[in-house]
């Protein structure tokens, strides 16, 4: 079975409470851990955005558990800058720290005023930054013209050995290109049959890095809650790629969503207040040779989540 790690979503709760649960997966018997990296959330019901990188040196001071975040360097984020953070998480923490590199969302990269280029060009512009973060990492000095601009940059404080650099890919396309660079692969769940093929993709296109697995579940005593909830908290769900990742403010997010009745959840939810159902589909998806599964429970109530998953799921999957 995957080792199983708990989302620490940023759209959701203030960064301090969000302290408190990951310090409360750990206690329940979660493993790991991963948050968002966010300016801004997908909605006002969500209604927060903290400052990823500051959290994060906080929780793995607090915890024992190895983190990861999803990046986007290039516009809102200058690629040695995020060299810089890793390094420094690195070298406090060695061995603890993930960094997944993904192409980005308008929703959080549209404050720099720049404009929002196309999918290719943003896949250009994120293979640039992650051969200068890796130049970085191995202590050269880098000078870079492009789709990025870098002046004679250098990481004075790196760690003995370097994070790893995931990709982020919700396509099977491109979690091919990312097979050609990446050190492993992280992806959402959209379907057994879509994930696989996102899976299959990866390795195809010569990734052999681990592949992790981030979950959005609702869960909840009686299933019109868990329906209820998954519909308020995470209806962007159900956008596409191809607009949602251009969508530049909540506002945009709420009117694209509109439509949304509560039962179009399911498909890209798992939605169920039986646990039984969820390690079902848990298992499901540790069957397609996935390393790491992180689980997102889009609601409120994340400390009845934990302890009802770390006392009735987590033990069916070890």
Known sequence: MPVLGFHASHEQFPPSALLRLVEA????????????????????EQGHSGFAWSWLGAALARTDLPLG?????????????????????????????????????????????????AKPERNARLRECVQVIRALF??????HRGLVTVDRAVLWSRPAQPPPVYAAAVTPETARWAGSWADGLITINQGIDRVRQVVDAYRDGGGGGPVLLQVHLSWAADEETALRVAHEQWRTAILGSDL????????DFAEATAYV?????????????????HTHWLREYADLGVDEIYLHHVGRDQDGFLEVFGSRVLPELV
Not at 25 to 44: E, K, L, N, V, Y
Not at 84 to 106: D, H, I, N, V
Not at 244 to 251: E, F, K, N
């Open 261 to 277: 009745r509560p039962e179009d959840m399911r498909e890209h939810v798992l939605v169920s207040s039986d646990t039984g159902r």
């Open 69 to 117: 975040v999803v990046n986007a360097p290039g516009q809102r984020y200058h690629p040695a800058i995020v060299a810089q953070a890793a390094a420094t998480l690195t070298e406090m923490f060695p061995g603890r720290f993930w960094l997944a590199l993904g192409s980005g969302q308008a929703l959080n990269e549209h404050i720099t005023g720049a404009r929002w280029p």
């Open 138 to 143: 191995a202590g050269e000095c880098v000078d």
């Open 244 to 251: 949602g990742w251009d969508l530049a403010t909540p506002d």
């Open 25 to 44: 997966a750990r206690a329940a018997g979660f493993t790991r851990a991963m948050c968002s990296d966010h300016f801004a959330p997908f909605g006002a």
